[in-house]
């Protein structure tokens, strides 16, 4: 029976602008031809720049009225800064779409595991970009072709909790596209697509750990090599039925 293993590389420091994030994961793996390396979003923004301060910013009037009595009115700025379109309010929660077509809360700005107090984390500018740039690093200096996923943590509307979701892929299969295949009795599937990326980014978070500050999780065993994109997930407006 086949499987497959997921386990965290250890060993990785906090992170700041233009630190070796390829070189960091090699010295704490030997990788596989196959392996899938999962990188959390925190990991990317930090080393990429995409830090900032709660103080560097003055907030709008509708960011202090967001804000209420409860949040942090530069901290909702700096999420109305990052948002391409603000989906739902209940103050002071903010539900946008992000740059990159994302649905999720805060347009992705992040107060939780931040270099420093009074700083905010926010997503990549191109996840994408940034995980494509990361495999080719690692294919040069490792010499194996691996997929590459940058991961953040979503919630889910109907369900309770959050799950680590893929926000940026290169060289694996994204999306499966099951449409037309038939099942054990025949019966032809007429909508099926599995959410590849995601299943990782969610094995990968059970192992990572949310508070232990493991960045980087291998997935290992399966062959799951494409050229998928996370920005192909977010449904098209067109099929959006609760847009």
């Known amino acids: 029976m086949s499987g497959y293993s997921v386990f965290p590389v250890t060993g990785i420091p906090e992170l700041h602008e233009g630190d070796d994030l390829a070189g960091l994961i090699l010295a704490g793996v030997e990788l596989l031809d196959g392996d899938v390396v999962v990188v959390a979003q925190k990991a990317i923004s930090k080393i990429e720049g995409r830090v900032v301060r709660l103080d560097d910013v003055v907030p709008s009037e509708r960011a202090v009225e967001i804000a209420g009595d409860e949040g942090d009115p530069r901290r909702i700025e ?95 299969e994204v999306l499966r596209e099951l449409t037309g295949e038939r099942d054990s009795i025949g019966y032809e599937l007429k909508a099926t697509v599995i959410a590849v990326a995601d299943e990782l980014a969610g094995a990968a978070q059970l192992v990572s750990g949310k508070l232990d500050r493991n960045p980087v999780t291998i997935v290992r065993g399966l062959d799951l090599r494409g050229d998928g ?15």
């Open 78 to 172: 700096w999420i109305l800064r990052e948002a391409k379109r603000i989906v739902r309010v209940r103050p002071p929660l903010v539900i946008c779409e992000t740059r990159h077509g994302f649905i999720c809360a805060s347009a992705g700005v992040d107060q939780s595991n931040t270099p420093a107090e009074g700083t905010l984390v926010l997503l990549p500018l191109d996840p994408d970009a940034s995980a494509a740039a990361l495999r080719e690093e690692l294919r040069e200096r490792a010499g194996r072709e691996v997929g590459v996923l940058v991961t953040d943590s979503f919630g889910r509307p109907w369900r309770q909790g959050t799950t680590d979701v893929a926000i940026g892929a290169s060289g694996i």
């Open 229 to 243: 994109r996370a920005t192909e997930i977010p449904i098209p407006p067109e099929l959006d039925l609760f847009g």
